[in-house]
């Protein structure tokens, strides 16, 4: 009597007409069992705890917190008993719906109950939170020294800009090179002479494209650090 005093709404609607169903002389020796089956056949069907076991059997942890998963954790339970009635079975699941970070800490089989288990893994969340703060101070002490200022890359690029300005533009087409501009004449264009191409010349000259010294091509320039 006192359960259904507490009943409102749609729940308050189903008992008046269950009430007038059965009789006033059933309702005064109605037992706790007799009333509760047919409440939560009406209330609760199959189908939404089926639905709820799902998603129960699904709940994984993303970007909540311990506490947050924690509390979602109970209010499904309550509709799971028959695949998470046992302590063991509440551990074990809520064990598997952790990161990997945490279960790779945690093992279940040492805990006795639910609550040992999230005690342990609130004490991971605190550790985890301390070496992301950790971590980021390393990064941002380390930056200064391990990454060049802009103002060291703008006076390397200066530096190679004026050993370029050295060497002058061909005025046939704006190139930069040294001695005689050859385009444009028949034959090699390296050694000047005809019946092969450039490219098939049996002396070709080695110029270095970052100094314009003869001799020697960019990857053996002694004046690249």
Not at 132 to 154: L, M
């Amino acid at each position: 009597m006192f359960a259904t005093g507490l009943l409102q709404l749609q729940a308050k609607g189903w008992w008046d007409a269950y009430s007038k169903e059965i009789g006033e002389d059933k309702v005064q020796v109605l037992t706790w069992q007799e009333f509760k089956e047919p409440f939560l056949k009406y209330h609760c069907p199959q189908s939404a705890i089926d639905r709820i076991q799902e998603d129960f059997l699904l709940l994984c942890q993303k970007k909540e917190t311990i506490d947050e998963i924690t509390n979602t954790f109970p209010d499904k339970l309550k509709f799971c008993k028959e695949i998470a009635g046992t302590e063991r079975m509440k551990i074990n699941r809520y064990h598997g719906m952790l990161k990997a970070e945490y279960q790779e800490f945690i093992i279940p089989a040492k805990c006795e109950t639910l609550n040992e288990l999230i005690n342990i893994a609130r004490d991971r969340e605190i550790e985890l939170r301390r070496q992301v703060e950790r971590g980021e101070k390393r990064v941002s002490e380390n930056v200064p020294s391990s990454s060049p200022s802009k103002k060291q890359k703008f006076q390397d690029q200066s530096k190679k800009d004026k050993a370029k300005g050295s060497i002058p533009k061909c005025k046939t087409y704006w190139k930069l090179h040294t001695g005689e501009c050859l385009k444009g004449k028949k034959g090699c264009y390296n050694c000047g002479q005809d019946g092969h191409p450039y490219y098939r010349c049996p002396n070709p000259s080695r110029t270095c494209y970052n100094c314009f010294q003869p001799g020697h091509i960019k990857a053996e320039c002694p004046k690249l650090q």
